[in-house]
């Protein structure tokens, strides 16, 4: 039971992440392309990113709201 709400929480954390990724992407109306340059990452995982198939590294995250021009902190606060 224990493992069923972990595995929930983290579904929804690289849920939110996948989320946060494609619409900051869009406000800045960048490509998957686009972004994968500027942050350094490869578009492939840049895809598995925004489609919540990898629980990415923090290093990763730092990387792409160095290259969208947010903070970590604004990263994690959604828009009310």
């Not at 578009?43 to 903070?71: D, H």
């Amino acid at each position: 039971m224990v493992e069923n709400a972990r595995n929930s929480s983290e579904k929804l954390i690289i849920n939110f992440v996948a989320n946060r990724v494609k619409s900051l992407r869009a406000t800045k109306g960048w490509t998957q392309e686009e972004l994968a340059n500027e942050s350094e990452i490869s578009l492939a995982q840049i895809k598995r990113i925004e489609l919540g198939y990898i629980n990415t590294s923090i290093v990763a995250l730092f990387k792409i709201s160095c290259a969208l021009e947010v903070s970590m902190d604004e990263f994690f606060i959604q828009d009310k």
